[in-house]
């Protein structure tokens, strides 16, 4: 398993932006899936922003797509999640979660099964 940090969860108005992060130590990322998913309060896990070991190999849920973008960085170790126009139903926790590559996963099909490792989640609040 690797362990997974997430940071910059916090709370902004309806069209704020905000920038998690996803880090791990004893680990290099560039090896792994990455996804980010969010619970929002009352509802069930869902998958919003997937990168593959390639930078432009990521995938996005529809309500998300053309508004947030997932990125590494990999002289950080670092997956990024931009989300830009934020509405008030992007409230949640959101949690990143990394798989080591292999042949049989794509980015577009991945599901919270698929994944081994979890951090343990990162607030964000839109409200006015």
């Known amino acids: 398993q690797v362990h997974l940090v997430e940071s910059g969860g916090g709370s902004v108005p309806p069209g704020g932006s905000l920038k998690l992060s996803c880090t791990a130590s004893g680990v290099n990322l560039d090896h792994y899936i990455i996804g980010w998913f969010r619970q929002a309060p009352g509802k069930g896990l869902r998958g919003v922003a997937f990168i593959g070991t390639t930078d432009t190999n990521t995938f996005y849920e529809a309500t998300v797509n053309g508004r947030f973008t997932i990125s590494r960085d990999s002289a950080k170790n670092t997956i990024y999640l931009q989300m830009n126009s934020l509405k008030s139903e992007d409230t949640a926790i959101y949690y990143c979660?990394?798989?080591?590559?292999?042949?049989?996963?794509?980015?577009?099909?991945?599901?919270?099964?698929?994944?081994?490792?979890w951090g343990q989640g990162t607030q964000v609040t839109v409200s006015s």
């Open positions: 979660a990394a798989e080591l590559e292999n042949e049989d996963l794509r980015v577009d099909e991945m599901s919270r099964s698929d994944f081994g490792s």
